[in-house]
């Protein structure tokens, strides 16, 4: 499809993941995944240092077992402050959804997810890429 860029998605489970992948993919993105925080953190400052940084990051908001989306996205940002990132909850009263931006995140995507909103907010936030 038209879709350009790098997105590292984290959600703790399997269905969203394997969806989400396939979609993102399909729209035509490279994709890594994390089951958790700490792993997309970690995977974040690796492609940094390798010199393959990711264009955006989907953090799921509530991780039962892990590290929790609101909690890497502090780490990241402290990594990297201009971290561009988009939160991710099926529970859309939560504060961090709610008022996104004072914790650092760049737009909310709200479960269930549809294909049109999630191709609208990577337009938004992925700059298009100059071709060489």
């Known amino acids: ?4 860029g790098r997105i590292l998605l984290m959600d ?3 269905i969203i993941l394997d969806v989400t992948l396939e979609v993102l993919r399909f729209l035509g ?6 089951r958790d925080g700490a792993a997309a953190v970690d ?16 953090l799921d908001l509530t991780i039962p077992d892990g590290v ?3 909690e890497a996205m502090e780490r990241l940002r402290e990594f990297d402050p201009a971290v561009r990132a988009v939160v991710s909850s099926g529970y859309s009263n939560d504060p961090v959804m709610q008022d996104y931006t004072s914790y ?8 269930p997810y549809r294909i049109t909103e999630i191709k609208r907010i990577l337009e938004e936030q992925i700059p298009t890429k100059p071709v060489s």
């Open 43 to 58: 995977l974040y400052k690796t492609a940094t240092a390798d010199g393959h940084p990711f264009d955006l990051v989907i």
């Open 104 to 111: 650092g995140f760049s737009s909310r995507l709200t479960k």
């Open 1 to 4: 499809m038209t879709g350009k």
């Open 29 to 34: 993105y490279d994709v890594v995944f994390a």
């Open 12 to 14: 703790d489970e399997q």
């Open 68 to 70: 929790s989306g609101q």
